[in-house]
């Protein structure tokens, strides 16, 4: 499969270097494509610039209808995309995979769809007539990574566009080929120029990032790489959504029951392998009940199936790319030689693909780089304490603060011990849990900004008010 590496104003345009795509079930080609250069971000920019006075000033009701029309694409192309998800994420198809995933993405551009923009008066008397209105940005940089590259596209792009703004998306190298295939389905519900897509060598995410006549960056990735994309905004003052890496930490007081939580905490880690920015990545476990959570979850982790995506049975895939296979495989190796004990798993799976199996891991302690690195891995490290505010202290004392959870049959309790969380979001007896109308983001080195819902439209505008 040979795909084009850039569609701007709705025609393919890339140019002549290819860039391969591997397959981390095999280790093999899934596919090349024509990557972009910074002359291609160039013409997207253009593009995305050209059609943006037109897009800002069409009614609300044909944005509405452009979202519907997508969200029914993503339904009719389902199968397709899904397939070409799993050749080159890994994930499977089934369970959480990527028929979840397009389904999910469907879900969200539909409830997008039907968010308001009003004007809202602050005051409208003989005295005094105020009103706010929202007002499209302009050009928005979106640019997505290789976890979840459907859906996290879907969280950039949607909003930006129910909003009046245009679009250069650039998905990851390591994922692009059905972000690319998804936007040219697209192209047939929206004008063109209004959603470009760049894929492509290192040098087009700083060319889209710097350039002056891009209003907004949307950017889900690392840390380090969250912190370039800010100083490259710096110079024109960029507006930015800033969806960083996390720690995050679930605690499990000792009125819960070990058996009861098990799928539910093993789910909220190993969610996608545990490449999720949102997945529970350090479990606290009281000392009274330590041994038997330990326990349950290494029963339940034994009974998952990780294997090829395509595998109807599989229900975790291999890791998505080399550098995190070897990143999990040197914290896990890590940990077991400074006194960590393996319950299961604790080594990769051997093949040509990426594969390593979900490996819990006792005796976990802070201090160790399992615990306090992110992992973003099939990885999960267990701790052990006895003393609750302890427990919250080790938990807030990383630099990141995406989310967290708390574990108890007594939910006032477990409510206020969330509240000590420094997160964006903490659950209760649950982990991960997202959703279309509840913003979600994170603080500290997580980053800033939301997304979902009417909070995180209101990112893709700004306000001008009218006082008369
Ligand atoms: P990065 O965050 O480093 O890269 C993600 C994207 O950013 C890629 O598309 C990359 O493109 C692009 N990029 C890199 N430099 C720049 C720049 N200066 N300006 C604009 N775009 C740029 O993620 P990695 O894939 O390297 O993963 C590293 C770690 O990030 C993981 O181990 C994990 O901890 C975390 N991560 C978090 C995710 C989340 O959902 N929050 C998702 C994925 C990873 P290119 O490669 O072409 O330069």
Redesign the pocket.
């Known amino acids: 499969m040979l795909l084009s590496g850039g569609i701007i104003d709705g025609k393919f345009n890339s140019g002549n270097q290819r860039l391969d795509v591997i397959n981390p079930a095999t280790g093999g080609l899934a596919g090349t494509i024509d990557a972009a250069d910074s002359a291609i971000v160039e013409a997207a920019i253009a593009s995305a610039k050209a059609a943006f006075p037109a897009w800002a000033a069409m009614p609300d009701v044909t944005r509405i209808a452009a979202l519907q029309a997508c969200a029914d694409i993503l339904d009719g192309n389902a199968d397709e995309l899904a397939k070409l998800l799993t050749t080159e994420q890994g994930k499977p198809l089934g369970g959480m995979g990527s028929r979840f995933e397009l389904g999910g993405a469907a879900a969200w551009t539909r409830h997008t769809a039907s968010l308001n923009l009003p004007v809202e008066f602050v005051q409208d008397d003989a005295d005094a007539h105020i009103a706010v209105h929202r007002k499209p940005l302009g050009v928005v940089a979106a ?6 590259p459907i859906m ?1 596209a879907i969280w950039q792009i949607m909003p930006a566009i129910r909003a009046g703004n245009t679009v250069v998306l ?5 994922t692009p080929l059905s972000t690319l295939r998804m936007v040219e389905l697209f192209q047939q519900a929206l004008p063109p120029g209004v959603l470009n897509v760049v894929a ?3 040098e ?3 060319a ?2 710097a350039h002056p006549d891009v209003a907004k960056i949307c ?4 840390c ?3 912190r ?2 800010m100083q ?1 905004a710096a110079p024109t003052l960029k507006r930015l959504t800033l ?4 720690n995050d930490a679930g605690i499990v007081l000792p009125d819960c029951n070990p058996k009861a939580i098990a799928e539910g905490l093993f789910w909220g880690a190993f969610i996608k392998n545990g ?3 949102a997945a529970l990545k350090r479990l606290f476990v009281h000392d009274s009940i330590y041994d038997s959570v330990c326990e349950e979850l290494a029963s339940f982790a034994a009974t998952i199936k990780t294997g090829p995506g395509m595998d109807d049975d599989s229900l975790l895939g291999p890791i998505q ?1 080399r ?2 296979f070897d ?1 999990v495989s040197r914290l896990v190796a890590e940990a077991k030689a400074t006194g960590a004990r393996i319950l299961t798993g604790g080594e990769p799976m051997g093949g040509n693909g990426y594969f390593y199996p979900a490996t819990i891991v006792a005796d976990a302690e802070t201090g160790m780089a399992l615990v306090d690195e ?1 992992q ?1 891995g099939p990885a999960l490290p267990v701790i052990r304490y006895s003393n609750v505010d302890d427990a919250i202290e080790q938990a807030n004392a990383v630099d990141v603060g995406l989310g967290g959870s708390i574990w108890s049959a007594d939910i006032p309790r477990a409510r206020d011990l969330a509240m000590q969380l420094e997160c964006g979001t903490a659950w209760v007896n649950k982990h991960g849990a997202i959703r279309p109308d509840t913003p979600f983001g994170g603080v500290k080195a997580s980053g800033f900004g939301v997304e979902f819902g009417h909070h995180g439209l209101g990112e893709f505008v700004s306000l001008h008010v009218i006082h008369d």
């Open positions: 640019i997505a990574p290789w976890n979840w996290i650039k998905p990851s190298p390591y492509g060598s290192d087009i995410g700083p889209l990032t950017f889900t990735g690392s380090a790489t969250g370039r994309v490259s969806e960083l890496g996390g490449q999720t920015c790319n550098m995190q990143k992110e973003f």
